[in-house]
């Protein structure tokens, strides 16, 4: 075992003093393998005197985080269980810990006198508690900090870790020897004029400032550096795709061809003024020489679709062919009806390409496609199977496009020679989020519903108004309208979801006796879904019963009352998209929102929704009020997770860093010069897997 070396980036952490193999096998486990990894493990929380609220000063169903002194302990027998209580105070008053599971094992973690920071949500029985508070305990030294208005770095551990040593106070151990024994000298990569022109600190400094800092201005600056830092590559890699996508040339199509005229002749409805106008800069991208790059972003209901038909009829009518990409068997079905009965007109051939298609009428399609003869081709994920070979791919489109990750959606483009690329999308995608990820794309905004659409009305209701709120669908059932009851459908919990959806069909079943009942969820095999979704497109079906497989998928103009069970559980986004399913005939649309589970954060989540329809409104709040992991689930863009970044608040570092990217890649095209040498070195060592993705639209 070697101490007191002089570390690097490439030290394996088990020479690190007070790690060795044991404890390196299980830091391993959590992506901690060398010395500048074990920098790169920020804290997940700090305490300072700022961030403390003494115990008086708690509220029921507020997260707090106390620091206080052991009192007393014990395990205590409930009625049908022991468990492990904690008396604590911090001078201002007394709290409760509770521990329900392994009290035996908590027991034995604590001691009379000690100094610990609590950190959970206060209930109150008997008194104000915290149950299973997450918990570090703080040696004086430790503690000293909050006297004097230092900092205390608080760190994420898992049961292996602790067993090991290696709880808070053990990383500070281990993080801090790191620190002093690092040979910081090579590691800075921005230059010193990025630094100075930023008013960023050094990321040597960083680095020290964000596991230790002696005030809390030094934590902000090294939060803002390393934010900075993960922003930057991002953006750097936008700036690069973008410069790509300038200097390739598409397909150029002039004229409006033979088709599209016709087409829109047809169409029984007047466009909005925001639809003409994506349409025509659709138009415009492609009629130039540059590969179309655009996204169209418009509301549930506010008819994109129709701009998909013709933008697709211009690509057809001047010889090329349109691949539609669609996330689901339900929207591609739906999608081939819709183009089918509007090319049928022009006599222009549409294809379906699906999972489970028989032999003969596959290998038809795929021949048709290969020799041109189907100019549209409408598919799921199946559209980029290597078997699938077009003729001339002139335009790709994506719908609900944020549903596939990258490397999807560049194995379309690879089947063309620099097709055009038209990507949409009915999520409203709050504007920190589109500068972000799609900084690279043209913007078209579909902001206006069509005349027709009459807006629909939301309420919020508790479980006791259900019979009520039955009688009212019984009321629109019997004027020969349709209803829809959507239950939740979470991957965590999905086996208990689909019990509870299929007990509360049964429920409305035995309730609503006088009318045919269906139920659709996810784990049915296509047929069977298909069955029911079109008895329901056809009225045959009344009321649906149905998981979250229709949040995408489902246009029936007589469904006009939507009761949502649950509501608390999903994200104001999706709880959005579904109420965008009804009311897109003549009627008017009501969409229910049952509350069941009560929380001050889940009654301001649901007023939102009877507050507003606006998508974009909504699309900001859920970000905020969920944070970007939860709201859009940033793994599927093929971008890396990131440590310390936060785009709902680092607006200004965005703007910051993507000034940054832009002007190094409008001098520096391929990161060749002295003062970028470095950044491309990094760029190259962390970020490999986004530079494979530069050439991917």
């Given at each position: 075992m070697i101490y007191n070396q002089t570390l690097n980036s490439k030290t394996p952490v088990q020479y690190i003093k007070g790690i060795g193999p044991k404890r390196a096998l299980v830091l391993n486990?959590?992506?901690?393998?060398?010395?500048?990894?074990?920098?790169?493990?920020?804290?997940?929380?700090?305490?300072?005197?700022?961030?403390?609220?003494?115990?008086?000063?708690?509220?029921?169903?507020?997260?707090?985080?106390?620091?206080?002194?052991?009192?007393?302990?014990?395990?205590?027998?409930?009625?049908?269980?022991?468990?492990?209580?904690?008396?604590?105070?911090?001078?201002?008053?007394?709290?409760?810990?509770?521990?329900?599971?392994?009290?035996?094992?908590?027991?034995?973690?604590?001691?009379?006198?000690?100094?610990v920071a609590f950190h959970g949500k206060v209930e109150f029985y008997n008194g104000y508690q915290l149950i299973h508070p997450e918990y570090d305990i703080l040696s004086d030294a430790e503690s000293e900090p909050l006297n004097t208005g230092g900092v205390i770095p608080i760190y994420s551990s898992n049961e292996e870790l602790k067993k090991i040593?290696?709880?808070?106070?053990?990383?500070?151990?281990?993080?801090?020897?790191c620190l002093d024994n690092f040979d910081f000298d090579n590691e800075e990569f921005l230059s010193d004029r990025i630094i100075e022109n930023y008013k960023l600190i050094s990321l040597e400094r960083a680095l020290k400032f964000i596991h230790f800092s002696q005030e809390i201005d030094q934590l902000s600056k090294a939060k803002y550096r390393l934010k900075f830092d993960e922003h930057f590559f991002l953006q750097l890699l936008i700036a690069l795709r973008k410069l790509i996508n300038s200097k390739r040339h598409g397909k150029v199509i002039p004229n409006n061809g033979a088709y599209v005229k016709r087409i829109f002749n047809s169409i029984s409805f007047d466009l909005t003024g925001a639809q003409k106008k994506a349409l025509s800069e659709i138009h415009s991208d492609m009629a130039s020489r540059k590969v179309m790059n655009r996204l169209v972003q418009g509301d549930v209901g506010s008819g994109k679709t129709i701009v998909a038909i013709l933008a697709s009829a211009i690509v057809a009518g001047n010889n090329f062919q349109v691949a539609v990409m669609v996330p689901t068997e339900i929207l591609a079905y739906q999608h081939y009806s819709v183009f089918k009965s509007y090319f049928d007109k022009v006599r222009v051939p549409v294809g379906l390409l699906v999972g489970k298609q028989n032999l003969s009428e596959r290998k038809n399609l795929l021949s048709g496609i290969e020799d041109g003869k189907i100019r549209i081709v409408i598919g799921t994920h199946a559209i980029i199977q290597k078997e699938i070979k077009f003729q001339d791919l002139g335009l790709i489109i994506i719908d609900e496009q944020q549903r596939f990750g990258v490397i999807q959606r560049g194995n379309l483009v690879d089947k063309g020679l620099d097709p055009h690329v038209l990507s949409m999308t009915a999520t409203p995608i709050p504007r920190t989020l589109a500068n972000t990820f799609y900084g690279d794309m043209d913007l078209s905004l579909i902001n206006e519903m069509p005349k027709h659409r009459k807006p629909v009305t939301t309420k919020v209701v508790n479980q006791k108004s259900l019979e009520k709120v039955y009688g009212f669908m019984e009321s629109e059932l019997e004027k020969g309208r349709q209803c829809i009851v959507i239950y939740p459908l979470i991957d965590d919990s999905e086996k208990l979801d689909l019990e509870t959806a299929i007990n509360g069909f049964e429920v409305l079943k035995r309730r609503f006796l006088d009318y045919s009942v269906e139920l659709v969820h996810g784990r049915m095999k296509r047929e069977e879904k298909d069955k029911i979704m079109s008895n329901f497109s056809t009225n045959k079906i009344k009321l649906l019963v149905s998981t979250t497989v229709i949040e995408v998928g489902i246009d029936?103009?007589?469904?006009?009352?939507?009761?949502?069970?649950?509501?608390?559980?999903?994200?104001?986004?999706?709880?959005?998209?579904?109420?965008?399913?009804?009311?897109?005939?003549?009627?008017?649309?009501?969409?229910?929102?049952?509350?069941?589970?009560?929380?001050?954060?889940?009654?301001?989540?649901?007023?939102?929704?009877?507050?507003?329809?606006?998508?974009?409104?909504?699309?900001?709040?859920?970000?905020?009020?969920?944070?970007?992991?939860?709201?859009?689930?940033?793994?599927?863009?093929?971008?890396?997770?990131?440590?310390?970044?936060?785009?709902?608040?680092?607006?200004?570092?965005?703007?910051?860093?993507?000034?940054?990217?832009?002007?190094?890649?409008?001098?520096?095209?391929?990161?060749?010069?002295?003062?970028?040498?470095?950044?491309?070195?990094?760029?190259f060592q962390e970020y490999q897997e986004m530079l494979n993705m530069v050439n991917i639209t």
């Open positions: 486990k959590i992506g901690i393998e060398t010395a500048i990894d074990l920098l790169y493990f920020f804290p997940r929380r700090h305490l300072d005197r700022t961030s403390i609220t003494p115990i008086k000063k708690i509220i029921r169903g507020k997260k707090v985080t106390i620091v206080a002194t052991v009192e007393a302990s014990g395990l205590v027998q409930a009625r049908r269980r022991k468990y492990f209580q904690l008396i604590v105070n911090d001078g201002s008053a007394f709290l409760k810990c509770i521990w329900f599971n392994n009290p035996k094992y908590v027991e034995n973690l604590f001691s009379i006198g000690n100094k040593g290696l709880d808070s106070r053990g990383f500070r151990r281990i993080i801090k020897y029936v103009p007589n469904a006009t009352v939507m009761l949502i069970e649950n509501a608390e559980r999903f994200g104001l986004t999706q709880l959005h998209q579904l109420r965008g399913r009804i009311g897109r005939g003549s009627e008017k649309g009501y969409c229910i929102l049952i509350h069941r589970k009560i929380t001050e954060n889940s009654k301001k989540r649901l007023s939102i929704m009877e507050r507003t329809k606006d998508g974009f409104e909504i699309s900001d709040e859920d970000l905020k009020l969920r944070g970007p992991g939860e709201f859009y689930g940033t793994r599927q863009h093929g971008y890396p997770i990131w440590k310390i970044a936060d785009i709902v608040n680092d607006g200004k570092i965005i703007r910051d860093a993507q000034k940054a990217a832009s002007n190094i890649i409008d001098d520096d095209n391929n990161l060749i010069k002295i003062s970028n040498e470095k950044i491309r070195k990094r760029f």
